[in-house]
T-cell receptor, first 115, second 114 residues
């Protein structure tokens, strides 16, 4: 079975450019999460969706970050304009949100470098 | 607020030995789930084991077991018979209820030598 698919795997871009990260969750999963991993802050939640509806976006750093989930099989995380401090690994994860014992399955992550 | 604490930045063990990675948690919710994930140097996050707050028995998955002590709010991961491939970063995480986000600890780096 296909796992969570993220693209691109690596992104290098210059400060000020728009960056779009993409995620395809596991089919049938109704919860989708975006996390960011940095050396300084570890793994932290940015936003999550249940049944395509954003539930908690309190982790989104500022207005430069936005996330959408137009349907059950696709989500995007957009940064506009990007800044060097946005450099991190961004993970998308999905789970069966109605069962507590179901783990979140992570994609391979997008390693983002803002120059 | 929920919190996960992993106090061991690094652990070193020899092949075939058992190792315990510590995790303590803090929450006021009576219902919660505890997870362990492995992150090898390649970067992916791999789910290892789950323990629910109401589970009576400690969870086991192959060489992994979770030593759950509810009164002490600890959920230590035990890896039996360590292998070189176990060398990785290990994260303890929790969630208050189904479909909500994970709160992660800072992680413990495990190094297994031959």
């Amino acid at each position: 079975d296909a796992g969570v698919i993220q693209s691109p795997r690596h992104e290098v871009t210059e400060m000020g450019q728009e960056v779009t990260l993409r995620c395809k969750p596991i089919s049938g999963h109704n919860s989708l999460f975006w996390y960011r991993q940095t050396m300084m802050r570890g793994l932290e939640l940015l936003i999550y969706f249940n049944n395509n509806v954003p539930i908690d976006d309190s982790g989104m750093p500022e207005d430069r970050f936005s996330a959408k989930m137009p349907n059950a099989s696709f989500s995007t995380l957009k940064i506009q304009p990007s800044e060097p401090r946005d450099s991190a690994v961004y993970f998308c994860a999905s789970s069966l949100g109605d069962r507590a014992n179901q783990p979140q399955h992570f994609g391979d992550g997008t390693r983002l470098s803002i120059l | 607020a929920q919190k996960i604490t992993q106090t061991q930045p690094g652990m070193f063990v020899q092949e075939k030995e058992a190792v315990t990675l510590d995790c303590t948690y803090d929450t006021s919710d009576p219902s919660y789930g505890l997870f362990w994930y492995k992150q090898p140097s390649s970067g992916e996050m791999i789910f290892l084991i789950y323990q629910g707050s109401y589970d009576q028995q400690n969870a086991t998955e192959g060489r992994y077991s979770l030593n759950f002590q509810k009164a002490r709010k600890s959920a230590n991961l035990v890896i039996s018979a360590s292998q070189l491939g176990d060398s990785a970063m290990y994260f303890c995480a929790m969630t208050a209820q189904a479909g909500t986000a994970l709160i992660f600890g800072k992680g413990t780096t495990l190094s297994v030598s031959s």
